[in-house]
T-cell receptor, first 119, second 111 residues
Framework: GAVVSQHPSRVICKSGTSVKIECRSL??????MFWYRQFPKQSLMLMATSNEGSKATYEQGVEKDKFLINHASLTLSTLTVTSAHPEDSSFYICSAVSLRGASTTDTQYFGPGTRLTVL | SQQGEEDPQALSIQEGENATMNCSYKTSINNLQWYRQNSGRGLVHLILIRSNEREKHSGRLRVTLDTSKKSSSLLITASRAADTASYFCAPGSGSARQLTFGSGTQLTVLP
């Protein structure tokens, strides 16, 4: 149980295009999903917190107009990188917290990540 | 959320040996979680230890928590080549559900 998928796993795009990444909780409902990015040999950096039915909360320094997050249902959140540039190339990882959890001890279940390369 | 700091940054051992990595944090916590990340993959949750627990086991994993020293350790016994990965700790506190990750410990288990 507690499986989170991401699609696509890899994407290569041209500079200036937009890329959408999906994050799905397959066997549980998630009120909250998180989006991280990770540069090579570095740690995960939290980009934003996505709550179902409400606007995402972005971390300081993350452009909300560039990284659009939509959490339309309890099993799906999407991250759209708009007008992508080479510096947006990174590994994007999402995680989800189960609906059943009501405390801060909830485990985050991570997706396998999406490798974005912007040419 | 606060960031845990893992130590050492890198650890290389022979298969069959035990691996110990440490995590330090700065303010009080409700719990602390350990995650593993294989190269190019997402994170896998290993174990969660609550602030009122001192030790927890899961298979070959043993986690300790010393709230007075604000530190935790992860011990992997009888390591295998498949244990090669980066290991991260994530202190949890307050009402925030966000996790903040440190640089991790890169464990290499040599066959």
């Amino acid at each position: 149980g507690a499986v989170v998928s991401q699609h696509p796993s890899r994407v290569i795009c041209k500079s200036g295009t937009s890329v959408k990444i999906e994050c799905r909780s397959l066997d549980f409902q998630a009120t909250t999903m998180f989006w991280y990015r990770q540069f090579p040999k570095q740690s995960l950096m939290l980009m934003a917190t996505s709550n179902e039915g409400s606007k995402a909360t972005y971390e300081q320094g993350v452009e909300k107009d560039k990284f659009l997050i939509n959490h339309a249902s309890l099993t799906l959140s999407t991250l759209t990188v708009t007008s992508a540039h080479p510096e947006d190339s990174s590994f994007y990882i999402c995680s989800a917290v189960s609906l059943r959890g009501a405390s801060t001890t909830d485990t985050q279940y991570f997706g396998p990540g999406t490798r974005l390369t912007v040419l | 959320s606060q960031q845990g700091e893992e130590d050492p940054q890198a650890l290389s051992i022979q298969e069959g040996e035990n691996a110990t990595m440490n995590c330090s944090y700065k303010t009080s916590i409700n719990n602390l979680q350990w995650y593993r990340q294989n190269s190019g993959r997402g994170l896998v949750h290993l174990i969660l230890i609550r602030s009122n627990e001192r030790e927890k086991h899961s298979g070959r994993l043993r986690v300790t928590l010393d709230t007075s020293k604000k530190s935790s350790s992860l011990l992997i016994t009888a390591s295998r080549a498949a244990d090669t990965a980066s290991y991260f700790c994530a202190p949890g506190s307050g009402s925030a559900r966000q996790l903040t990750f440190g640089s991790g410990t890169q464990l290499t288990v040599l066959p």
